[in-house]
């Protein structure tokens, strides 16, 4: 498709179960990242993603939140037992990735994610 | 300190005036800076981006930016209430790494 794409895009689950993100970016996109917006706040910054490159998973909240992402392509972020307080938004957004374009982010809608 | 700061607002402006919205920074080493703007319910998009200081207008749009003062700005002219939205600074650092402030919620009165 033509932009990024996530999925899915509403999910609830129960307190205790594990949940996978999935996130499409835009093809020939290099660089990836997930955010976590809650209610009427600002993005909070989890994984990035650059080529083939280590990922910056300084975002992270807890050892319970991981992310792949396989090759240039899909990433998945994985929250295992999932508590009430990892309810949000989870956005992907996916950039060109080299100096001149750095910062010119392209989101998908995101998941809602409500853990009950 | 966070690393990127906003006024959370709401800013309130009538129909016609212009909105200025403010940001500022934490890490010298940063090196490009951006505007999101996100309607309610809706992903961010991009808006504007600033690498060099002084002004850089589009349209009605003009972002400003003091490397000195590590302060970034958006000015608004002639505000909309469709410009009515959440309006978010981002800054890159040298690793490619985006941070964003909380953004400001920005309210255009008819």
């Known amino acids: 498709g033509a932009g990024v794409s ?10 205790g179960k594990d949940v996978e993100l999935r996130c499409d970016p835009i093809s020939g996109h290099t660089a990836l990242y997930w955010y976590r917006q809650r209610l009427g706040q600002g993005l909070e910054f989890l994984i990035y993603f650059q080529g083939n490159s280590a990922p910056d998973k300084s975002g992270l909240p807890s050892d319970r ?25 989870y ?26 | 300190q966070k690393e990127v700061e906003q006024n959370s607002g709401p800013l309130s402006v009538p129909e016609g005036a212009i909105a200025s919205l403010n940001c500022t920074y934490s890490d010298r080493g940063s090196q490009s800076f951006f505007w999101y703007r996100q309607y309610s319910g809706k992903s961010p998009e991009l808006i504007m981006f600033i690498y060099s200081n002084g002004d850089k207008e589009d349209g009605r749009f003009t972002a400003q930016l003091n490397k000195a003062s590590q302060y970034v700005s958006l000015l608004i002219r002639d505000s909309q209430p469709s410009d009515s939205a959440t309006y978010l600074c981002a800054v890159r650092n040298a690793g490619n ?11 255009v009165k008819p």
């Open chain 1, 91 to 116: 956005l992907c957004a996916s950039s060109p990735g080299h100096q001149a374009l750095g910062g010119k982010l392209f989101f998908g809608s995101g998941t809602q994610l409500s853990v009950l």
């Open chain 1, 6 to 15: 996530q999925s899915p895009s509403n999910k609830v689950t129960e307190k």
């Open chain 2, 97 to 107: 790494m985006l941070t964003f402030g909380g953004g400001t919620r920005l309210m």
């Open chain 1, 65 to 89: 939140f991981s992310a792949e992402r396989t090759g240039e392509s899909v990433s998945t972020l994985t929250i295992q037992r999932t508590q009430q307080e990892d309810s949000a938004v």
